[in-house]
């Protein structure tokens, strides 16, 4: 199958234009007849479900949790990218596009990376409109902060708690629907497959996680917006619900899935301190702005870290990238801190942190000001550690954060598969191998308000012509029978270990040979193991409770058996793609000073797996640049 | 570190629950409340027990999905923070705790320590939002807001939608969790067009939901785990009467 990116025509500056120049148009009264499913209520999700409604669209929306406002966006903290030049300092649409585009170390497409850029600024806008309280000035303007990989001001916030702002926006907005009833939301509801008719898709089938029913839901469109799956290492800075089978059923139904092994691995997560932990807090990038990132030069130092005197500190990032100092990306300063930690110069009870340390901001700014820009993650830091890091420095580790990969979509953010879409974090997108901080929530937002809302009605508008499938169909009834036996399945193996054990085994693997340094022998042997890991679940989980009822450990079990699956996927992908770039390193393909080494002529495309249970089909997308030159990613 | 869990098992809203007794071992000081309860919860498994039912999503103190009652409090014995923020080196060894849902008429137990919420949804689709469609957003600098205005409504608007306040009031009252979104939207600009239509409209959904009123004891500012003030309880009250009074 040849891959059609469909980007439009026309110079980068005029592509978004001319598309949506030429898209359909489908009158109002048609709109009310078509039914569209939105999986997730996160930022894209709950931004596209509401657009869509007020377009005129009849929507259901489903997710797991309670509460449409709990999707894991809520957790963003620092910020969101928009190239406004508030700030006077020389930003545009091209200078955020370009630094966009090397950030992700030139693995992504012009076209989509520049219609990020263009359509930042007017989301700001949008969510000022809807009542999100940025910082402002005294004289009542916006305000801006730095971010990694980026020498201007262009982030935009709410103290440490951005992402929630910006998803209770988006919740307002889908509520509001919801009194108009233009909105079906689906709480506690999780989707368990999708279901194709005629190789279209058509609807999902649904669980009901209170009664364990099996619920058919037919549409005429399915928009996926399921976010990340970096629960494939378990510890991690995602939410523990956090899973990649919505996107992995549609995987196994046809959806191509791009990049799956691009992983961010943040670098400023609270370290690991126990085998039963299960989640790794997160604290912002945006504290790199006046954090200081160092190791004791000595090795095993016992002093205490306010002991140490400055001659004998390593700010290696610093030390290593002086143009961009503690603002190097994240790929690269949690590649820094592994080769700290793993020579030996990791600090902490467990030798895995390393400092940051805000004692110069404080002295220079005072401790008032240094409140007022991160109090809320000093309050956080000191809750989880009990530790004050006015008074002396965080400990930080690097954590799986984001998911670069995601089901491969075109210039629409249609899939493989006609009539489902991807969007937000379960797409592979705009990013390419690495993303730049502030560019998550930008991304979910602008795929979800104006991108979706723009493309749909063009597949749409064709379908007007056909019946809504309903749920009488067969296949329907196919798919949900599948979905019972898988259940039944799991629930019949009665082995001797825990859902948890085997996630943990599984993590273990993925952290150790597809995280920030991965080699050829290493995710061979990851392979081979995760396969054995598989066979061990199907024949020794244990899962209790019931199938027709609520079951947390059921709920777990389905996830864990599809991310086993899409562990061996990521670490084929890590094995094929024999270069370095952004976050996929490759210890093969380094530069003699330990860079990142791109290997164009053979690489320069997106890979996109099909699905095959013998062997995964790899596709091409060949990369082409047309308005900027793929140079060596320094940030020296 | 050992500990004794007294926990709240009822299989369904209808049944009758109770409580029931769990020695956990290999507990460690650093383990968050929840890892202990994961942890209890494989153990069960092990035994071929139905697990505990319990609600959590982010674990880092913002999705508002977790809501224990610990002990005879609100996420536990500290001020301020979410059940996933609380770890066991607030408790000592071999003690007994007890642990319970959120207990409010308006809201239902769903099993065990899980209690259906969706009351805060309906109260927020009252008008707990501005207006406004995709696409029709003036420039964001248009819109002058000055530092104290802005820092006053994402004071209110940091609220994290826990249950943590009606949990711990007296009178199971959502006062605080109201009057937190209406004060953010009509602190700002953006949300005066409908800010008398907003205040009665939720009031009137909060009566409708079951929840009782407020009696200022302040006990739910102490039990926020984003520290949201009473204050805005008597702002909203002020914000209903001139509503009504001058509809």
Redesign the interface.
Known sequence: MKLDAKIPEGRLEDKWRNYQLKSQLINPANKKKLKVIVVGSGLSGA?AA??LA?LGYDIQCFFY??????A?S??AQGGINAA?N?QHDGDSIWRMFYDTLKGGDFRSREANTYRLAELSA?L???F????V??????????VNRSFGGVQVQRTFY??G?T???LL?AA???L??M??QQKVT?F?RHEMMDLVLVDGVAKGIIARDL?TGELKRFAADAVVLATGGYSRVYRLSTL???CNGSAIWKAHKRGAFFAAPSFTQIHPTALPQ??E????L??MSESLRNDGRIWVPLQKDDPRKPNDIPEAERDYYLERRYPSFGNLAPRDIASRAAKERIDAGFGVGRLKNAVYLDFRKAIADYGQQVVQDRYGNLFK?YK??T?INAYAEPMLISPAAHFSMGGLWVDYELMTTIPGLYAVGECNFSDHGANRLGANSLLQASVDG??IL?NTINNYLAASLATDTATVDDPAFEVVEQEVKDQIDRILSVHG?R????FHRALGKIMWQECAMSRNKPGLEQAIEDIKALRTSFWSDV????VARG????LEKALRLADFIELGILMCTDALQREESCGAHFREEYQTEEGEAQRRDDDFAYVSAWEYDPEAFQLHREELTFEYVQPSVRSYK | MQLTFRIWRQEQFQDKGAFKEYLVDHLTEDMSFLEALDHLNETLVLKGERVIAFEYDCREGICGQCGIFINGRAHGPHDHVTTCQLHLRSFQDGDTVTVEPWRAKAFPVVQDLIVDRSAFDRIIAQGGYISAKTGTAPEANAILIGKETADKAMDAAACIGCGACVATCKNGSAALFTSAKINHLNTLPQGKLEADQRVRDMTAQMEEEGFGHCSFTGACEVECPEGISIANIAEMNARYWKARLFA
């Not at chain 1, 825990?498 to 054990?501: A, L, R, S």
């Not at chain 1, 244990?542 to 409770?545: L, P």
């Open positions: 931004g509401a657009t007020e949790q309670d509460s449409a406002r709990r894991h809520v957790a406004k508030y007017p700001i806008d949008h000022t409109q809807q009542g309280p940025f910082a402002r000035e005294y004289g009542g303007v916006l709410a103290r708690q992402g929630q702002q209770l919740y307002s907005q509520n509001k919801v009194r939301l709480p209170v939410a523990i619900g301190s126990s039963s932990q299960s989640k807090t997160l956080m809750k989880i009990g308000y104006f809302p001797k825990t859902v948890d054990d244990k899962v209790t409770g609520l079951n947390t450990e």
